[in-house]
């Protein structure tokens, strides 16, 4: 499963997003593109997991801390 998100156009290449792609054990591989507006998600934050919080859905690791809400 692959999840983007973030200032993103249709052509993404619009402010800071993220990438998620989904690992066999539930945990997701993460990368931004560190240079706005940049068109590929060149930057690794790691391997995040996600956790549902008050504020929404969160990917999370010891360095990094992603809010996005998930439609369904």
Not at 12 to 33: F, M, P, Q, S, T
Not at 34 to 48: K, M, N, P, R, T
């Amino acid at each position: 499963m692959l999840i983007q998100f973030g200032a993103m156009s249709s052509n993404g290449n619009v402010g800071y997003w993220v990438h998620l792609l989904k690992e066999l054990d539930g945990r997701y591989l993460a990368h931004w593109n560190e240079d706005y507006g940049a068109s590929h998600a060149h930057s690794l934050l790691g391997i995040v997991a996600r956790e549902t919080r008050e504020v929404g859905e969160c990917f999370i690791n010891e360095h990094v801390t992603q809010l996005h809400q998930l439609n369904g």
